[in-house]
């Protein structure tokens, strides 16, 4: 059974430090792996994904994927308290026709 | 731009009574569909998924039931709702043919059966 895990957290940090946030899969055909972004009582917002090995940056977010290991991490720079939400980490297997198979989330709370 | 949207935003609803959701998207044509489920301390659950009109794919054998009437409108139904049924409905689109099957969420319903 293809499982995506994250740790459920709270992960608590202060502002302005660096979040780093988790997330490993089971299934090797996994192609392409996103990170969204759930504030309290809303709706998932993409605010990242990344295929190939290796860093992808967009602004004060970087994604980390190394397939050897089944790993996909999302560092998050100068953390403020607008970052505190929970972050779903997701993972699509090439040709499942638009499974995405989803973590539970970690829950990112940013101290002021 | 692409837009999506849902209705209702929240419902609540006795067990036994039926159920419509309705997900519409602007601005795209084609789209892939989903439904999932966000129940209360659990993950995402893909519940359908639709990659054209009148096409539907059950990922969870329960009592709800999707269609997909309109190129760009995607309905959840149910005949009558268990308690079990309460939770955060999301539909969500993807690109047709995008092989990295990027998706993007709606508003939600926060339904709760009583």
């Known amino acids: 059974q293809k499982e995506v895990e994250q740790n459920s957290g709270p992960l608590s940090v202060p502002e302005g430090a660096i979040a780093s946030l988790n997330c490993t899969y089971s299934d090797r055909g996994s192609q392409s792996f996103f990170w969204y972004r759930q504030y309290s009582g809303k709706s998932p917002e993409l605010i990242m994904f990344i295929y190939s090995n290796g860093d992808k940056e967009d602004g004060r977010f970087t994604a980390q994927l190394n397939k050897a290991s089944q790993y996909v991490s999302l560092l998050i720079r100068d953390s403020q308290p607008s970052d505190s939400a929970t972050y779903l980490c997701a993972v699509n297997v090439w040709g499942s026709q638009g499974n995405l198979i989803f973590g539970k989330g970690t829950k990112l709370s940013v101290k002021p | 731009s692409q837009t999506i949207h849902q209705w209702p935003a929240t419902l609540v609803q006795p067990v036994g009574s039926p159920l419509s959701l309705e997900c519409t998207v602007e601005?795209?044509?084609?789209?892939?569909l989903y439904w999932y489920r966000q129940a209360a301390g659990r993950g995402l659950q893909l519940l359908f998924y639709?990659?054209?009109?009148?096409?539907i794919s059950s990922e969870v054998p329960q009592n709800l039931s999707a269609s997909r009437p309109q190129d760009r409108q995607f309905i959840l139904s149910s005949k009558k709702l268990l308690l079990s049924d309460s939770g955060f409905y999301l539909c969500?689109?993807?690109?047709?043919?995008?092989?990295?099957?990027?998706?993007?969420f709606g508003p939600g319903t926060r339904l709760t059966v009583l």
């Open positions: 639709s990659v054209g009109i009148g096409q």
């Open positions: 969500a689109w993807s690109v047709s043919g995008d092989s990295y099957n990027e998706q993007f």
């Open positions: 601005g795209t044509s084609n789209p892939n």
